[in-house]
């Protein structure tokens, strides 16, 4: 068998994943790390995408937002703002929300409403993507 | 002496009051038992939020410069004020708002921010500066809320508008028991390591990599921490709110309870009382005929 690491991904309001994988590949700010067991310790923050879990051979994905991990001693930590994995996605919703922040950006405007629309795209882009569409 | 009918009116008004706040005490006590869930699925990112933290600023070894950490002659100083939005729930929010006031003496002119409409309407009345408000938080508090707000506090604690934030919030210590408490949010005071893990793990905080470095990485922990902080407040008050809901409307109930004996008590009386006089107005009557 595999060597395996332990993988938490805990939001504030709940803790989405805790259980035992081979391979994680997280969507780091520069770029996407990929974590095997025995990684070097590190920290570094994460930026709204898909992360990849390697488990017993099959793949899953999990759409996180503004969060960062944390890999120590065989054990990967991510602190996310949201993360859902990929059959707990609502695709509906992060279709409206995508056409919703779309819309947004192209009346155009400015500040900080320009921001917020600009991540919410963002998460509903990996939300769908995490779900395959 | 009131009359039966009167008496026997009281009851049934009694009685219909009871049945409101005993229904009312069912219903918090279902909320409070989501609320106090919805804290206890709150309190790993916490812990492992702080735990970070303490980590990377040992790490960068208190040399790191972050707006959020910088400490100031406070000029102006906020509060975040955290009460329900509704009342009939006993001392819950005149507790938390005698703590405030008693604190906001020490600052001239402090802003305030409220959460929770009873907090706002207090010192809407005394005609206290508030600089925000949020009210109608509904049931189910959403991490999404405490961003806005600490975003808010943020924003103006870099702007330099602000040169210390406070919070002060009801802490759930259990159902019947809810402490006013009052946290000290920016500037950040980093959180201290922990250092029962021995020298092993002191060996492996050295050697942490951070992407793309040390600073950034706080830069970004630093606000989220300040989320962290208000959400967990945020939970606390709501399922605090809750629980002392709950005992304030068991007590309702029991007194309830209580005035419905007396008054079945004077009621059987009143009757007794008319059936005697009755009683010696025919005996009375009868001796008058003799």
Redesign the interface.
Known sequence: MAKTQRLDIVTPERVVCSEEVEFVVAPGVEGELGFLPEHAPLVSALKTGVLRVQQDGKTYKVAISGGFVEVKNSRVIVLADTAEREDQIDVERAEAAKKRAEERLAKGGEGIDQARAEAALQRAIARLKAAGR | MASARDIRRRIKSVKSTQQITKAMKMVAAAKMRRAQE?VT??R???T??TD?LG??SAAAGGSVSHPLLEVREPQKTAYIIITADRGLCGGFNANVIRRAAKELQQYENPALITIGRKGRDFFKRRGAEIAAEFINLGENI??GK??EIARFVIDKYTAGEYDQVYLIFSEFVNTLTQRPTTVKLLPIEAPAEEKKEGAEDKK??V??????NAE??LG??LP?YV??SI?RALLEAKAGEHGARMTAMDSATNNAKEMIHKLTLSLNRARQAAITKEISEIVGGAAALE
């Open positions: 919805a699925a709150a790993p990112y916490a492992k939020l970070v980590r990377v959403t991490f405490a961003k492996a905080q050697s942490y990599m951070y992407e793309p950034s990485v970004e922990l989220k989320e962290v959400f």
